[in-house]
């Protein structure tokens, strides 16, 4: 498996937007390695195992499985996370999901390029982003126009364009965009890489991201020229609906920063304990020795975390307090966890020396990887927890706010304390059973 990740980074993705006769194709070819990594992570369906055998434990087994995959490779695990993330979305569309569950569920990797309804198995990207808004979705400019009936399932035609544009040969994308006109309301939309015709969907491939470290996952920038696009979910509920699917994407970004961290420590641990330097291990030096054991905290602290908060995802339609864990929690523990990586990430390169700082070392591949540095920006994720503290789809008592704050990092828990009101309510116990005023309104999200 290490030799696949490897290949797969070593050779990078290819764009060829021509065919030889001059028709316009957009595909992205890849190394047989990357294949290998996806019908290994499909295997054991990390793509939908809480969906497709929906039992106790599962969003526990589906987190350890994806944990230890990241910690080989981390490109591969980019299409299965958007895979996983639009099922909860895409299952209110009854009809369209009656034709997408098998392929979403199965557990082969299918990677013809082909309709998906001609498939076995498909992936489903997410194009939210464009440049001049960046995580501002809200300052998007592509258009949908109605093309073929109305409301949800309604066909538009979608024109504008995605700055990332992510795992490009997706079968589907969620795109976002705007009904009507520029100014009209944000919409979700199934964007599917083949019209239903068979013809290919207008969605053109501008370039590939030079990116730094992840070279094995191909993000891109594309073009949208009529393309064709379904209605998901209630026009102008377009944030809410991807966002939806935003939240176990950063899910995957706490276990993906996690993984990480075990593998930092872990090789470092290896490396000081089979390096002699000034007359002995490095591991026996007492000052290596501190150093390790902030390393295992680090690891420890961000793997409980992680596991905690796929237990509230788990529980969260049947506990209040595990919705209400989940939905404060979730973005303030990506903002955490993909933090303290870059630290402990920089240290254990540190252990290594001037082995850590070359790229068979893989540690400068490990840094650029890092989902704090892709998407985990402090600005977007600090918006997204203000969001989340502020709205709520169903009341949240003051104590299950108490809980919540209390298991927030320590940054972020006086601002909770602010947002939730709780230091009146820890101060006044007749509070506790009492909603906490505004919670059951929706927030701006």
Not at 117 to 125: D, L, P, S
Not at 273 to 302: C, K, T
Not at 307 to 335: C, G, I, N, Q, Y
Not at 391 to 406: D, L, V
Request: glycine fraction near 6%; charge should be positive.
């Amino acid at each position: 498996m290490l030799a696949w990740g490897a290949d797969a980074n070593r050779h990078a993705p290819e764009l060829q937007t021509h065919s030889r006769t001059g028709e316009r194709i957009d595909q992205v070819t890849f190394h047989p390695s990357w294949h290998a990594l996806l019908a290994l992570l499909r295997s054991q369906q990390l793509q939908a195992l809480p969906f497709a055998e929906p039992r106790a434990g599962a969003w526990m087994a589906r987190t350890a499985g994806y944990f230890l995959q990241a910690q080989v490779e981390s490109g591969s695990l980019c299409p299965t996370t958007m895979t996983f993330a639009s099922i909860p979305v895409l299952r209110k569309e009854t009809a369209l999901f009656a034709d997408l569950a098998p392929r979403l569920y199965a557990k082969d990797h299918d990677a013809r390029d082909l309709p998906w309804r001609e498939k076995t198995a498909i992936m489903i990207g997410m194009g939210m982003t464009e440049k001049q808004g960046g995580s501002d979705v809200r300052a998007n400019t592509t258009v949908a126009r109605p093309a073929h009936g109305e409301g949800r399932g309604a066909e538009c035609l979608l024109t504008g364009h995605k700055w990332f544009f992510s795992a490009p040969m997706c079968d589907a994308h969620l795109v976002v965009a705007r009904m009507g006109a520029e100014d009209g309301p944000l919409s979700c939309f199934f964007v599917p890489r083949f019209r239903d015709d068979g013809s290919k969907n207008s969605i053109q491939i501008q370039r590939l991201k030079d990116k730094l470290g992840n070279r094995s996952n191909s993000s891109s920038e594309v073009e949208f020229r009529e393309t064709s696009g379904i209605l998901i979910g209630e026009e102008g509920r377009g944030i809410p609906t991807i966002i939806e699917m935003a939240t176990s994407t950063r899910l995957d970004c706490v276990i993906g920063s996690a993984a990480i961290l075990r593998a930092a420590y872990v090789q470092a641990l290896h490396h000081t304990r089979h390096r002699s330097a000034f007359g002995r291990l490095l591991a026996d030096q007492p000052l290596m020795r501190n150093v390790l054991a902030d390393l295992a905290l680090e690891s420890e602290a961000a793997t409980l975390l992680m596991m905690e908060l796929s237990h509230a995802f788990e529980h969260a339609d049947t506990d209040p307090l595990a919705a209400a864990w989940k939905r404060v929690v979730t973005p303030a523990a990506k903002f955490w966890v993909c933090k303290r990586t870059i630290e402990a990430t920089g240290e254990a390169m540190e252990v290594w020396g001037g082995n850590g700082y070359v790229e068979e070392a893989r540690w400068p591949a490990s840094i650029a990887k890092r989902p704090s540095i892709r998407s985990g920006k402090a600005p977007a994720t600090s918006c997204a927890w203000t969001c989340c503290a502020r709205s709520s789809a169903r009341p949240m008592t003051r104590r299950a706010c108490c809980r919540t704050c209390r298991a927030a990092p320590p940054r972020i828990r006086p601002c909770a304390r602010n947002w939730l009101r709780c230091r009146r309510c820890c101060a006044n116990p007749r509070n506790n059973s009492r909603p906490t005023p505004g919670a059951s309104r929706r927030g701006s999200c």
